[in-house]
């Protein structure tokens, strides 16, 4: 190349802050051949000139829609290339790289909304779904009891993906789980039988469309649905000491596993 001066050119340098590129990238496209500077000066500095800045803009533009180093080449260099062809194709992909990210915008405000309500359903919807008995203000007093917690959490992120038709599964699951479990004690099935054992498993099943539910938390919260009045009201409602028939079969499958009632913690 011509002995040159710092003058006549830019350096990898500034190309790269005027650019907003890496001095590793710009030596790797000189490397293979992509964005090539034209002079070099007397020590040996690249330095790159208004045309190969031209180029550069060119890369960086190609690179940003998402083009391939291999791909830039052959529509820079390449006669043969149909360069309107592969930028139609590339904004294709562009679209649907945006559909996708809109589709990740929607359900990041879904997220946000179910950690913050819980429960995404119109007043009108939860009145359909949960019943009369329903009252639309429990989800927010559980969010201000609960929301810290590593179940609300995971509660939240069953929630923001839950269709009505979905959480109408749920309810269904739960409305005959309550009264499978009245039939139960009503025919005098005993805590620590085959039979009962089976039904605080059915519990825990059904009660993980909310949140993972282990024997230690399936224990604390038998003794609130005893002793929680609105609790104990729903299951008494279904037969006259349910509540406590439920508590007691929790206890005696805890038992069985190793776990002391008495001692059970919220883990």
């Known amino acids: 190349m011509a002995d040159v001066t710092d003058a006549d050119g830019l350096t990898v340098g500034q190309v790269s802050t005027r650019l907003g590129v890496t001095v590793r990238a710009l030596h790797h496209w000189d490397e293979i051949g992509l964005a090539r500077p034209s002079l070099r000066t007397a020590a040996g500095y690249r330095l790159y000139t208004a045309g190969d800045l031209e180029r550069l803009h060119r890369i960086v533009v190609y690179r940003e829609i998402g083009l391939g180093l291999d791909r830039i080449q052959a529509v820079l260099d390449d006669s043969a290339t149909d360069v309107p062809g592969a930028l139609r194709a590339q904004r294709a992909q562009v679209a649907e790289r945006i559909e996708r990210l ?109 949140f993972p539910l282990t024997r230690q938390m399936q224990v604390c919260l038998s003794r609130m649905y005893e002793t929680d009045p609105g609790f104990a009201a729903h299951y008494d409602g279904i037969r006259t000491g349910l509540a406590t028939w439920f508590r007691k079969i929790v206890d005696a499958s805890a038992r069985a596993h190793g776990i002391d009632p008495d001692t059970a913690t919220w883990q």
């Not at 929607?106 to 359903?121: K, N, T």
């Not at 779904?129 to 639309?136: A, C, E």
């Not at 009264?179 to 039988?193: F, H, I, K, N, Y």
Request: charged fraction near 30%; hydrophobic fraction near 35%.
């Open 102 to 210: 809109q589709q990740l915008s929607a359900g990041l405000d879904r997220m946000i909304e179910a950690h913050e309500r819980g429960l995404l359903l119109t007043t009108e919807q939860q009145a359909a779904i949960f019943g009369p008995q329903w009252k639309p203000d429990w989800p927010v007093r559980a969010r201000q009891r609960y929301g810290d917690t590593t179940q609300w959490r995971q509660y939240a992120e069953r929630s923001a993906s839950r269709s009505p038709e979905e959480w109408q599964a749920v309810a269904d699951a739960v409305a005959d789980l309550d009264r499978v479990l009245g039939d139960a004690m009503e025919a005098g099935v005993t805590p620590g039988s085959p039979e009962a054992n089976r039904l605080v498993e059915r519990h825990r099943e059904v009660f993980a469309s909310y």
